[in-house]
């Protein structure tokens, strides 16, 4: 259990060890977090310096701990949070010193406001700050600071420091977030010309349940990354809401929404491979397709992969042969087209999987030509 121990804690280190690296030598998301760290530090010690050193006002921790945790990772939510802390800390501080002046004892107090703050703390609309409604009514009522004079200065330092934690974020190196819309966007595209590459392959050379299901399964992966895509660029078009660093830093733009039409692809994707693996297994749910319809199939996928590889290319270096991924896109065509011939003829193996084939990979190349064409018709004008 020692050498187990001792083995968890060495790992931990160098991976500590090369997060700070990295931090340091490339920029990315570790240096992105030393930033912000630094950046709230930095506002929690001017609002210290202005509240406690030159005010020496007697609430001054209030104010660095509101810009402190004001310093989020985008101005947006900064300014939203900010509004949102404001509004339950001074709810909290008026329900609390309200049940004070009514039971002039503490324990009755808190009986009193911390069921009605604890509510509020939980409704949806102040989100994660909904908390510090209760958190300000237990400062009111165990240090008994519920004077008038004690609240205005509770509330005037709460809004200093959330002003100074809104203006460190805005103003030093704003965060602007589109690496990781970039990286997921040709991350896609990359995973699934591989998978659909891979599953050609397989065909060709004969498969069995378990490479079905281990291919099912990496569709079900890729369906996962689209995910991540689409919350990553939720995360990047909040970043630039209400930011000056969109002038400021001209940081690379996002790549072009097609986020939606890549959750399809990857929902086809799954289909298909999903049909595969239910008839490879030992008790079939439906008849395998015939060899002819596999051997298009192939053809299919091989071809729409190599569509799928020349977005990635396009996204990652700017650079795409759309002449070959045009091409490709004609022959994922034709090999679909066999498939529909083979469907009409029940002399030529029509079954029920290969109808549901058929339905899949037509929806699959549909959505790619939705997504290559534009690109296609440039090179073609070209």
């Given amino acids: 259990m020692r050498r187990v121990s001792h083995r968890t804690i060495a790992a931990e280190a160098r991976s500590v060890g090369r997060a700070a690296r990295r931090a340091v030598t490339v920029a990315g998301p570790e240096r992105a977090a030393v930033v912000q760290a630094l950046k709230a530090a930095g506002a929690a010690l001017v609002a210290w310096a202005i509240a406690g050193w030159w005010w020496n006002a007697p609430m001054a921790l209030l104010a660095p701990w509101t810009a402190l945790v004001l310093v989020q990772s985008t101005v ?3 300014v939203r949070s900010a509004v949102q802390q404001f509004v339950v800390v001074a709810a909290g501080t008026f329900v609390a010193a309200a049940a004070a002046a009514v039971t002039r004892d503490v324990m009755a107090s808190m009986a009193i406001a911390l069921p009605v703050t604890v509510l509020l703390g939980i409704w949806s609309r102040f989100g994660d700050q909904g908390w510090y409604a209760p958190t300000a009514a237990l400062f009111v009522l165990t240090y008994g600071s519920y004077a008038p004079a004690e609240i205005g200065h509770r509330l005037l330092e709460t809004l200093l420091g959330a002003v100074i934690g809104v203006l460190v974020n805005a103003f030093v190196l704003p965060p602007v977030h589109t690496d990781d819309v970039r990286r997921l966007r040709t991350r896609v595209p990359t995973e699934g010309a591989e998978l659909l590459g891979d599953v050609a392959d397989g065909i060709e050379r004969g498969y069995e349940a378990a490479d079905a299901e281990e291919w099912h399964a990496r569709a079900l992966r890729l369906g996962a990354t689209v995910a991540e895509l689409r919350a990553a660029r939720r995360h990047s078009d ?31 994707v799954a289909a298909t491979l999903r049909l595969l693996a239910e008839t490879a297994r030992e008790t079939p749910r439906f008849r395998a397709p015939a060899e002819e319809a596999l051997s298009a199939l192939a053809v299919l996928l091989r071809s729409a992969g190599q569509v799928c590889a020349a977005d990635a290319d ?12 045009g091409r490709a896109l004609g022959e994922a065509r034709a090999a679909g087209d066999r498939l529909a011939e083979l469907l009409g003829d029940p002399r030529r193996g029509a079954s029920a999987s290969l109808g549901e084939l058929t339905a899949a990979t037509t929806r699959l190349l549909d959505d790619l030509e939705a997504i290559a064409a534009p690109n296609l018709s440039r090179a073609t004008a070209g």
Avoid: C, K
């Fill in 238 to 268: 909040e970043s630039r809401r209400l930011n000056p660093g969109r002038r400021m830093r001209r940081p690379a733009p996002a790549p072009p929404p097609g986020d939606l039409a890549w959750s399809r692809v990857a929902d086809h």
């Fill in 76 to 78: 947006y939510r900064s």
């Fill in 314 to 325: 396009r996204f990652a270096t700017g650079d795409a042969d759309e002449e070959r991924a």
